[in-house]
């Protein structure tokens, strides 16, 4: 099972005014282990950047000046995305903007499945704070990178927050003790005698000799009892 987990920077708050893509963070899952593999696009927007907004994500007009425009890069988004499941803290939000970008465009809406990390935070810890880092605290995540936001690095922690919600650490865990207690159950296992015993590889000669070499050591040593019950069982 592939899945993307994926956050993005804009301009402001709605498409509808005018506000514009212009950060996309991608993280690749597959069956909820990451992979390494990610897409980071910055993009211009043909607009000056709000002060507002400046100030979350840090992206000035002169950064973004000689950075290429989402008509440029859509085929690479849309490659890497696929169909995959996409999973996005507060989808709505994202899926609005990404959507206006490809109508800009004349591409088609995109029809992925979506997971709503919200959704799932709000139904999992009914009336605590969801927010990427409230959520972070709660599970014990290091966000201490994230001093502004960013496309990337939020869709790298969202990927962590998503793994803690669907209880990917506790699914480890009962995997380990599983493994544990087969290995358990291996090692009570109780040893089997052979039907028959294995022939012995001595030959005549060499088992004169130990006779001999024993006999010297009187009828107290130990190494006599074993011999004499080693001959008694043949």
């Given at each position: ?9 804009t301009t402001g708050l709605s ?101 709503d990390t919200v959704m799932v ?114």
């Amino acid at each position: 099972m592939r899945e993307i987990v994926l956050d993005t920077e804009t301009t402001g708050l709605s498409p509808a005014t005018g506000d514009r893509v212009v950060e996309i963070g991608c993280v690749e899952l597959l069956n909820h282990i990451p992979t390494g593999r990610h897409l980071h696009l910055y993009l211009n927007p043909d607009r000056s950047m709000p002060e507002e907004a400046f100030r979350v994500h840090g992206l000035s007009d002169d950064f973004l000046r000689d950075k290429p425009r989402f008509v440029e890069k859509a085929d690479a988004f849309l490659e890497f995305i696929e169909d995959s499941t996409l999973v996005i803290h507060n989808a709505p939000f994202d899926m609005g903007f990404l959507n206006a970008e490809l109508e800009k465009v004349r591409r088609p809406s995109l029809k992925n499945p979506v997971i709503d990390t919200v959704m799932v935070a709000r139904d999992r810890h009914p009336g605590a704070r969801v927010s990427l880092d409230a959520l972070c605290k709660h599970y014990g995540i290091d966000n201490s990178r994230r001093t502004l936001h960013g496309a990337l690095l939020d869709a790298e922690i969202l990927a962590e927050v998503y793994l803690e919600l669907i209880g990917g650490r506790q699914v480890g865990l009962a995997l380990v003790e599983e493994q544990r207690n087969v290995a358990i159950e291996f090692k009570a296992a109780p040893a089997r005698p052979r039907p028959e015993p294995l022939p012995s590889r001595l030959t005549e000669d060499e088992r004169a000799a130990h006779a001999a070499f024993i006999g010297k050591m009187g009828d107290s040593a130990l190494w006599a009892y074993y011999a004499d019950s080693a001959d008694a069982a043949e």
